[in-house]
């Protein structure tokens, strides 16, 4: 089958077409033909760090997480999934997990679910990685209808399916931008715009929930930005994440009471670890789009297969807006 492979790490150039065999169907797998894949931010940090990052594959190395397409064959104890079947998933790319930069994938069970019908399959393979993070991250902090939310970096590939979902679980959700059309875009998915470079955190917390902070803040941008989020956060409220690692003074958080979830979504497939999980919150997102609840945002510029590097640079740029595509 196609594939582009990297044979080195470092930039969107490193990527060469290849020829490599057709995986097989093991048990509790289902061999799925790949119609499109969506780049991820964690795509890009494993093709520049590589060794430097303990999930890198080893060289020669087949990226790529997301994916949508159509089940070609079933394995051994395999139920629910039938020859035909329109899946998607996140089941590859890292560590021992070969990725979906090719044309099949043989693809763990607990790890996909069927894609929701209301979407296309370039808008189902944009979904499984910052859905499964968003999902995870508000329901870690236990969102309940009624409470106040808010997103920072709303325009963002996380950040905009976060503002989505936490509207569908009944929240009144506030967003942080930095570019005025993107207010416009957090606006129609039903968010208040905060620019974040206009509006100090003292003030859109006094204009949006009277002084009394964010019951919950999902801050998909994370690092230097969370001392924003304890900011911004009611007394005991929540704090969810997505990045994380680097010392942090928790002063604020502490005389706040607050609660701090890291969400790593990548720790059941590099740890075969509560797996069935993600197939449940894949199929809840499924549900939830065909509500008419939930479509991500797609980028203008899809790229085929052997543009994989320009789809990378496309990333890095800063210029996309929404998930940026490649269609194998």
């Known amino acids: 089958m196609k594939a582009m492979l990297v044979t080195s790490f470092g930039g969107p150039e490193v990527f060469e077409a290849a020829e490599i065999a057709k995986p097989q169907a093991a ?53 629910g999934y039938a020859i035909g079947d329109e899946v998607y998933g996140c089941a590859g790319g890292l560590a021992d997990l070969p990725g979906t930069l090719a044309e099949y994938i043989a693809a763990d069970v607990r790890l996909i679910a069927h894609k929701p019908k209301s979407l296309s399959m370039v808008e189902a393979a944009a979904l499984p990685l910052v859905g499964i993070t968003a999902y995870e991250g508000l329901k870690r902090a236990n969102i309940q209808a009624g409470q106040k939310v808010l997103v920072h970096g709303g325009a963002g590939g996380v950040g905009h399916i976060a503002i989505q979902l936490a509207r569908h679980f009944g929240a009144d959700v506030a967003s942080t931008v930095g570019r005025d059309e993107h207010e416009t875009l957090v606006e129609g998915l039903g968010a ?24 919950i803040v999902f801050d998909s941008v994370g690092g230097a930005n969370l001392p924003t989020s304890f900011e911004a956060a009611a007394l005991n409220g929540h704090v969810s994440t997505t990045v994380s690692f680097m010392d942090i003074d928790l002063t604020t958080a502490h005389f706040k009471g607050l609660s701090l979830h890291v969400v790593f ?37 899809v790229f085929p297969l052997a543009e994989v590097g320009q789809a990378h640079a496309r990333l890095g740029s800063g210029q996309a807006t929404g998930k940026v595509i490649v269609e194998v």
């Open 192 to 215: 208040s715009a905060i620019n974040y470079r206009n509006e100090q955190v003292a003030d859109y917390v006094a204009r949006l929930t009277d002084g009394k902070g964010f019951d």
């Open 27 to 79: 048990a509790g797998q289902v061999l799925v033909r790949i119609v499109a894949t969506s780049i991820n931010t964690v795509d890009t940090m494993i093709r520049e760090m590589g060794a430097e990052l303990p999930l890198s594959p080893a060289l020669p190395a087949l990226l790529g997480m997301d994916f949508a397409g159509t089940v070609e064959a079933v394995g051994e104890g395999v139920e």
């Open 265 to 301: 979504m990548l720790i059941p497939m590099l740890h075969d670890f509560r797996r069935q999980e993600h197939h449940e919150i894949l199929a809840d997102m499924a549900r939830i789009a065909d509500a008419c609840a939930l479509k991500p945002i797609i980028d203008d510029q």
